[in-house]
């Protein structure tokens, strides 16, 4: 009953690094996508998939990178790490889109020094 | 600037009071979600909410959507410790892509 599984679970980075956040997800979800979350702003959405082959931005692409080669896996890609992008990051997946149940990963806590 | 504005940001009351977290927009959603949060854990799904004017009950939570679709509360009754937590509002449009979520209302329930 795995879910949505996400991983580092914590990750600290040196600015100008890069890294890849991973997300699996196995219940065959055509839907998902990327969130950040930061103390009193909710969560934003950075990038989302609609199926294999197919990506597009969110509110906060910007420094993120993803790509949807598999229906199973959406990993993101930060290029060049900024002290910004410190948060705790949040992988979703649906059936099918954004307003159906989403289903949450646990989240990676990412600290940019 | 939010499209969500979720109110109060936090909330500490006693176990056995009431509550009620509202979420207010200036735009028209097809759906409104509930979500529960835990530390260290993601969102967890409460209710959806898609009729203008609809009531929905889980338990001791009572979820509205109004009847612009702009806005929507979640009430509830005499409140418990285990329901201590940040709850999220999230709207989504028709055949739309993205979900906009409120920025959170952290609530805390003391025994």
């Known amino acids: 009953n795995a879910g949505v599984t996400q991983t580092p679970k914590f990750q600290v980075l040196k600015t100008g690094q890069s890294m890849t956040l991973q997300c699996a997800q196995d219940?065959?979800?055509?839907?998902m996508s990327w969130y950040r979350q930061d103390p009193g702003m909710g969560l934003r959405l950075i990038h989302y998939?609609?199926?294999?082959?197919?990506?597009d931005q969110g509110e906060v692409p910007n420094g993120y990178n993803v790509s949807r080669s598999t229906t199973e896996d959406f990993p993101l890609r930060l290029l060049s790490a900024a002290p910004s992008q410190t948060s705790v990051y949040f992988c979703?997946?649906?059936?099918?889109?954004?307003?159906?149940?989403?289903?949450f990963g646990s989240g990676t806590q990412l600290s940019v020094l | 600037t939010q499209l969500l504005e979720q109110s109060p940001q936090f909330l500490s009351i006693q176990e056995g009071e009431n509550l009620t977290v509202y979420c207010n927009s200036s735009?028209?959603?097809?759906?409104l979600q509930w979500y529960r949060q835990e530390p260290g854990e993601g969102p967890v799904l409460l209710v959806t909410?898609?009729?203008?004017?609809e009531v929905k009950k889980l338990k001791r939570l009572t979820f509205q959507f109004g009847d612009a679709r702009k806005d929507s509360s979640l009430h509830i009754t005499a409140a418990q410790p285990g329901d201590t937590g940040l709850y999220l509002c999230?709207?989504?449009?028709?055949?739309?892509?993205?979900?906009?979520f409120g920025g959170g209302t952290r609530v805390l329930v003391k025994p």
């Open positions: 979703a997946s649906s059936k099918r889109r954004a307003g159906e149940k989403l289903f």
């Open positions: 219940m065959n979800h055509e839907y």
């Open positions: 998939s609609v199926g294999a082959g197919i990506t």
């Open positions: 735009s028209v959603f097809s759906s």
């Open positions: 909410v898609v009729t203008g004017g």
């Open positions: 999230a709207g989504g449009r028709a055949a739309g892509n993205k979900l906009t």
